[in-house]
């Protein structure tokens, strides 16, 4: 593969690569990095926001899947990447829905997935890409979710074990970094009381976060926000956008930042910047 960069990011839903990691792929993609999106299922539980497309939903005529494959179609467009696969196929495992909700107990989704068998699907992509990094979510799955928690342990196992000849097919291969998202608290206090959604009080009522010192690694993307944004509009069903604020179902104001934060879990890290982090991916 003629790419001197390579990354692959594991996501569990349509949505969540534009949320979390967009302006990072667009950046990357813009820089000549080779930028592979793996997302585990088509997002078949989630909520439907706009009214005029509620009959898709799980509990109508269950069509939302597809056509959230559709939307992230458009959204890698627009983020320019050109590499995206369904981790075993569209379809393969099923959005397990919010922790503690039935759909949990469904024998097909991503949750209750073999984490050998999960595995050894991403190892295979892992030897086909060859990437020098791979990111996904932290053991808590950011804020929770349970394929968010699935995507993490299969990532986790398949970085493990792609450089095991015993295990998957293809020829085995090491990547040299593991990261997982992560947003510092003090970035989301200056979003607290602001923008034209729902706000919060506290950034305790996001629901996520961590503390700064747990972040290693501040991506300036600031370039590419605009290519965020529209990545995150494609998501329709998911996701209302206004300026440079989105918000899920539940309609509390997130910013959209064109500066995303990760953490360094495996591999030796890179030169820091000003702020004592490192400033990319590639060290």
């Avoid at 370039?223 to 998501?235: D, F, M, P, S, V």
Wanted: charge should be negative; proline fraction near 7%.
């Amino acid at each position: 593969m003629p790419y001197d960069r390579r990354i692959l990011l594991v996501h569990a839903h349509p949505d969540d690569e534009s949320i979390g990691t967009g302006a990072t792929m667009a950046k990357y993609v813009a820089e000549g990095a080779y930028v592979c999106l793996v997302t585990c299922t088509l997002g078949e539980e989630g909520d439907v926001v706009p009214p005029e497309l509620g009959h898709l939903a799980a509990g109508r005529e269950n069509r939302l899947g597809p056509y959230r494959e559709g939307e992230l179609a458009v959204a890698c467009a627009a983020l320019g990447v050109d590499d995206h696969r369904f981790l075993g196929g569209p379809g393969r495992w099923r959005d397990s829905g919010m922790m503690g909700s039935p759909s949990n107990d469904h024998p097909g989704c991503f949750f209750r997935a073999d984490l050998d068998e999960a595995a050894a699907e991403l190892v295979r992509l892992i030897r086909e890409v060859r990437p020098q990094v791979v990111v996904t979510y932290d053991d808590n799955g950011y804020y929770g979710h349970p394929d968010h928690i699935q995507a993490h342990r299969v990532a986790w196992r398949a970085f493990e074990r792609a450089s095991d000849p015993s295990f998957g097919e293809g020829e085995p291969w090491r990547p040299s970094r593991f990261y997982v998202t992560a947003m510092p608290l003090d970035e989301l206090e200056r979003a607290v009381g602001t923008g034209p959604f729902k706000r919060v009080g506290s950034v305790e009522e996001f629901g996520f976060g961590v503390p700064g010192e747990q972040v290693t690694t501040r991506v300036d993307a600031r370039a590419h926000l605009g290519a965020k944004i529209t990545a995150l509009r494609a998501h329709r069903t998911q996701l209302s956008v206004d300026g440079s604020f989105f918000a899920l179902s539940d309609y509390v104001g997130q910013p959209a930042l064109g500066v995303e934060y990760y953490t360094l879990l495996a591999g030796e890290p890179g030169p820091p910047g000003e702020d004592g982090r490192e400033t990319g991916l590639f060290g």
